[in-house]
């Protein structure tokens, strides 16, 4: 069986969601509650369309203590207390699977709340996201810091997710950007968010995205993901904030040519940090080349052309007009509709990317697979079999054992 075919198996052989919705005594125009359940539930055909019907038949609903937990934290959100979106996010970052479970309800009364928001101001996003990335040491975490401190100074209410890594070995993380940005950490309307990797490929976590909608929530409406390094962590974040920055250093030499094309292509702005003292003259001739790479490249927005230009954290040089470029950016992509189907785009992907890992671990736990995994392991390192030989056979034995359709 091909692995597509697996895939496709694994999804139809899950029961029919009207059969799902059955089993809980649910028929068609019928209503459910229960306890931090939202309002709505309705079938439309034979689609059962409320996030409700799914919330029931996929976990139990909450006892008293965990709905006044679940009102406390949401009560605190909605008005702006720090304290409660930092334990709000502690709760989504959760491996506990009944806390997981809670941390979905209040999801979803966030995203509620927010679309009640959206729609009160015509359908304009609460917040602008933005990730930031670059190789260590281009000042990332200066700039953040500068660029906060301007954006609490003109009002907004500024929230940093930064995503540390953490070591294979111990699970640990440095923690360090909180740590860095001492100034903005202190501002009463910004808020820093550290979060370990936890061995994820690229940095970025399903919790990231899910922070962003607190974040959102709690009334920030200017959202800045930090990731890690240079590689997939870019394209991670590049699906889930409105636009991405790509910070350079000025004098990083051929190491950057590695970065010129894949990461460059999904940059909606590149900055040149360090643009100051004796670091001006090569600052400029980065910014040259920078320019003349992007004109290389096929335009991905109709409203925007990829730009480059350089700041200095330390002289707040260029940071003004950065900003401006952005508020550009934001305003035509609201204008033309990109970011609203930007963001959509971005919803679908990170679902199908959730599928994907929830499959795998499905089938990594799986007994039939447990029981033979050893073995292939064991001839695919000898060199017996080829690893996508042992990946067949692995996913015949766990195929077999699935109802058939």
Same mark, same amino acid.
């Given at each position: 069986?091909?692995?597509?075919?697996?895939?496709?198996? #694994?999804?139809?052989?899950?029961?029919?969601?009207?059969?799902?919705?059955?089993?809980?005594?649910?028929?068609?125009?019928?209503?459910?509650?229960?306890?931090?359940?939202?309002?709505?539930?309705?079938?439309?055909?034979?689609?059962? &369309?409320?996030?409700?019907?799914?919330?029931?038949?996929?976990?139990?609903?909450?006892?008293?203590?965990?709905?006044?937990?679940?009102?406390?934290?949401?009560?605190?959100?909605?008005?702006?207390?720090?304290?409660?979106?930092?334990?709000?996010?502690?709760? %989504?970052?959760?491996?506990?699977?009944?806390?997981?479970?809670?941390?979905? !309800?209040?999801?979803?009364?966030?995203?509620?709340?927010?679309?009640?928001?959206?729609?009160?101001?015509?359908?304009?996003?609460?917040?602008?996201? &933005?990730?930031?990335?670059?190789?260590?040491?281009?000042?990332?975490?200066?700039?953040?810091?500068?660029?906060?401190?301007?954006?609490?100074?003109?009002?907004?209410?500024?929230? %940093?997710?930064?995503?540390?890594?953490?070591? #294979?070995?111990?699970?640990?993380?440095?923690?360090?950007?909180?740590?860095?940005?001492?100034?903005?950490?202190?501002?009463?309307?910004?808020?820093?968010?550290?979060?370990?990797?936890?061995?994820?490929?690229?940095?970025?976590?399903?919790?990231?995205?899910?922070?962003?909608?607190?974040?959102?929530? /709690?009334?920030?409406?200017?959202?800045?993901?930090?990731?890690?390094?240079?590689?997939?962590?870019?394209?991670?974040?590049?699906?889930? &904030?409105?636009?991405? &920055?790509?910070? !350079?250093?000025?004098?990083?030499?051929?190491?950057?040519?590695? !970065?010129?094309?894949? !990461?460059?292509?999904?940059?909606?702005?590149?900055?040149?940090?360090?643009?100051?003292?004796?670091?001006?003259?090569?600052?400029?001739?980065?910014?040259?080349?920078?320019?003349? /790479?992007?004109?290389?490249?096929?335009?991905?927005?109709?409203?925007?052309?990829?730009?480059?230009?350089?700041?200095?954290?330390?002289?707040?040089?260029?940071?003004?007009?950065?900003?401006?470029?952005?508020?550009?950016? #934001?305003?035509?992509?609201? /204008?033309?509709?990109?970011?609203?189907?930007?963001?959509?785009?971005?919803?679908?992907?990170?679902?199908?990317?959730?599928?994907?890992?929830?499959?795998?671990?499905?089938?990594?736990?799986?007994?039939?697979?447990?029981?033979?995994?050893?073995?292939?392991?064991?001839? %695919?390192?000898?060199?017996?079999?080829?690893?996508?030989?042992?990946?067949?056979?692995?996913?015949?034995?766990?195929?077999?054992?699935?109802?058939?359709?």
């Amino acid at each position: 069986m091909g692995r597509s075919s697996f895939v496709i198996r #694994c999804l139809t052989s899950l029961p029919n969601p009207r059969t799902l919705c059955r089993r809980q005594g649910l028929l068609a125009g019928h209503r459910i509650h229960h306890p931090g359940a939202l309002p709505g539930l309705h079938w439309r055909g034979r689609r059962c &369309v409320s996030v409700e019907a799914a919330l029931s038949q996929h976990m139990q609903g909450p006892s008293e203590p965990e709905k006044r937990l679940l009102d406390k934290l949401y009560d605190g959100l909605i008005r702006g207390q720090r304290a409660s979106l930092a334990e709000s996010i502690t709760l %989504v970052e959760t491996q506990h699977p009944r806390k997981k479970e809670l941390a979905q !309800i209040l999801l979803q009364r966030v995203l509620a709340y927010r679309r009640e928001q959206e729609k009160s101001s015509g359908g304009k996003p609460s917040a602008f996201r &933005v990730g930031l990335s670059g190789p260590p040491g281009a000042g990332k975490s200066s700039f953040i810091e500068v660029v906060g401190k301007m954006l609490t100074g003109r009002g907004h209410k500024v929230s %940093v997710l930064a995503v540390d890594p953490s070591s #294979c070995t111990t699970g640990g993380s440095l923690m360090g950007d909180k740590t860095r940005m001492t100034e903005l950490s202190r501002d009463m309307n910004a808020f820093i968010r550290p979060s370990p990797t936890s061995g994820t490929l690229g940095g970025v976590t399903r919790t990231t995205n899910e922070a962003i909608v607190l974040c959102e929530g /709690a009334g920030y409406d200017i959202v800045l993901v930090e990731t890690v390094g240079v590689g997939q962590s870019e394209f991670a974040v590049a699906d889930m &904030v409105d636009m991405f &920055v790509l910070l !350079i250093p000025p004098a990083g030499g051929d190491e950057l040519q590695g !970065i010129k094309r894949g !990461i460059i292509e999904v940059a909606d702005l590149v900055v040149v940090t360090k643009s100051d003292g004796d670091l001006v003259v090569p600052a400029r001739r980065i910014q040259a080349e920078y320019t003349s /790479a992007l004109k290389l490249l096929r335009k991905k927005s109709k409203s925007w052309y990829p730009k480059v230009v350089r700041v200095s954290s330390q002289t707040g040089e260029g940071v003004s007009e950065l900003w401006a470029k952005m508020e550009s950016f #934001c305003a035509g992509a609201l /204008a033309s509709g990109e970011l609203q189907h930007r963001r959509r785009a971005q919803q679908k992907v990170w679902m199908w990317s959730l599928i994907q890992e929830s499959v795998l671990r499905h089938f990594q736990s799986h007994p039939a697979v447990q029981r033979e995994l050893p073995h292939f392991e064991d001839q %695919v390192t000898r060199g017996a079999i080829s690893p996508g030989l042992a990946a067949d056979l692995l996913l015949k034995a766990f195929s077999s054992t699935l109802p058939s359709s």
